[in-house]
């Protein structure tokens, strides 16, 4: 009889320590757990930006979780990249291969400074150093975003920052349905209001601006819906890409000065004095053209001194 309640204790103790021990083991897989977690974020979070993993963990733009919920994602990227023009290029056969379409991009060099050297006295050599850089936007699915951002970090040199958003538009989708439905309904009460009550002229007139009004709402409830619908279709992206500035020398011809194509003093005082000669030619043949005049000159100065003297002599 005392054996038996002597066992029970036993088992009873035996139980009891074996759930501490379950119990501390499982507390101590939770720590543990726990701290891997913690460990696990602290890494992510300290992910170096020099390389493009840093994208691949993308948590916002992921659909896994959505549930049924509405999200309209959007993501902002600003990163440096070996060459802008192949990364461009690259970037836009990615987006269209997931069935986006690039709606923006301004690929373009922007100069930071430009100098020239005269190296000698026919050549200059002109110095730019420049930076090549890409603002692009595209759309892509919603569901195709996750993919997109993870092909993109092939690209990606040195992260500046990768900003990722996911909006619940699910209350404010159904908020614009709900106002849809009112809008219809209300509208079509107004319609068969306005059908079956005489009226006059200028109340129906009333009524059908009142009507218009409402159609009007109806109209801009339903064009809201609808892009609110594409916003969760289809993710934005906006990416900001440059590369390391380069360098650009060039060695360049002068252009001659006038200076430099004038002839010599001897030659130009031989061509004055060829210039000086044929003014003087000219001057000779326009005596020569006016013999004419000369001539009747002489002849009434002849004259004059040969009669006009004795006729103003007085007669004695």
Same mark, same amino acid.
């Given at each position: 009889?005392?054996?038996?309640?002597?066992?029970?204790?036993? !088992?009873? !103790?035996?139980?009891?320590?074996?759930?501490?021990?379950?119990? $501390?083991?499982?507390?101590?897989? @939770?720590?543990?757990?726990?701290?891997?977690?913690?460990?696990?974020?602290?890494?992510?979070?300290?992910?170096?930006?020099?390389?493009?993993?840093?994208?691949?963990? $993308?948590?916002?733009?992921?659909?896994?979780?959505?549930?049924?919920?509405?999200?309209?994602?959007?993501?902002?990227?600003?990163?440096?990249?070996?060459?802008? =023009?192949?990364?461009?290029? &690259?970037?836009?056969?990615?987006?269209?291969?997931?069935?986006?379409?690039?709606?923006?991009?301004?690929?373009?060099?922007?100069?930071?400074?430009? %100098?020239?050297?005269?190296?000698?006295?026919? $050549?200059?050599?002109?110095?730019?150093?420049?930076?090549?850089? /890409?603002?692009?936007?595209?759309?892509?699915?919603?569901?195709?975003?996750?993919?997109?951002?993870?092909?993109?970090?092939?690209?990606?040199?040195?992260?500046?920052?990768?900003?990722?958003?996911?909006?619940?538009?699910?209350?404010?989708?159904?908020?614009?349905?709900?106002?849809?439905?009112?809008?219809?309904?209300? #509208?079509?009460?107004?319609?068969?209001?306005?059908?079956?009550?005489?009226?006059? !002229? /200028?109340?129906?007139?009333?009524?059908?601006?009142?009507?218009?009004?409402?159609?009007?709402? &109806? @109209?801009n409830t339903v064009v809201e819906n609808l892009a609110?619908?594409?916003?969760? =279709?289809?993710?934005?992206?906006? !990416?900001?890409?440059?590369?390391?500035? #380069?360098?650009?020398?060039?060695?360049?011809?002068?252009?001659?000065?006038? %200076?430099?194509?004038?002839?010599?003093?001897?030659?130009?005082?031989?061509?004055?004095?060829?210039?000086?000669?044929?003014i003087l030619e000219g001057i000779l043949a326009f005596?020569? #053209?006016?013999?004419?005049?000369?001539?009747?000159?002489?002849?009434?100065?002849?004259?004059?001194?040969?009669?006009? #003297?004795?006729?103003?002599?007085?007669?004695?």
């Open positions: 009889m005392k054996t038996l309640p002597t066992i029970g204790v036993a !088992l009873l !103790l035996l139980t009891a320590a074996y759930s501490c021990k379950d119990g $501390s083991h499982d507390e101590a897989a @939770d720590v543990t757990s726990a701290e891997s977690d913690a460990t696990t974020e602290s890494k992510t979070l300290a992910l170096p930006v020099a390389n493009g993993q840093a994208l691949a963990t $993308s948590s916002a733009a992921s659909t896994k979780n959505d549930n049924g919920r509405q999200f309209i994602r959007t993501a902002d990227l600003k990163f440096k990249v070996d060459d802008v =023009a192949q990364s461009t290029y &690259a970037i836009e056969s990615t987006v269209q291969k997931f069935g986006g379409i690039v709606t923006n991009t301004n690929l373009q060099s922007v100069i930071s400074e430009h %100098n020239e050297t005269q190296v000698s006295p026919d $050549s200059t050599l002109e110095t730019t150093k420049y930076t090549v850089e /890409n603002s692009m936007t595209f759309r892509v699915p919603n569901r195709q975003l996750d993919t997109v951002v993870k092909a993109i970090a092939k690209q990606v040199d040195y992260l500046d920052f990768r900003v990722i958003k996911a909006e619940d538009a699910s209350l404010q989708m159904l908020s614009n349905d709900m106002a849809q439905a009112r809008n219809d309904a209300h #509208k079509k009460r107004m319609e068969n209001a306005i059908d079956k009550q005489p009226r006059k !002229l /200028n109340d129906i007139r009333t009524s059908e601006n009142d009507l218009l009004n409402k159609q009007e709402n &109806a @109209d609110t619908r594409d916003k969760v =279709a289809f993710s934005t992206v906006t !990416l900001a890409l440059y590369e390391k500035e #380069k360098v650009k020398q060039e060695l360049v011809a002068n252009e001659k000065s006038v %200076n430099a194509y004038r002839p010599h003093i001897g030659l130009q005082i031989w061509d004055s004095l060829k210039t000086g000669w044929f005596v020569a #053209k006016l013999w004419s005049l000369i001539l009747i000159a002489l002849i009434g100065i002849f004259l004059f001194k040969k009669y006009g #003297k004795k006729a103003a002599k007085p007669a004695i």
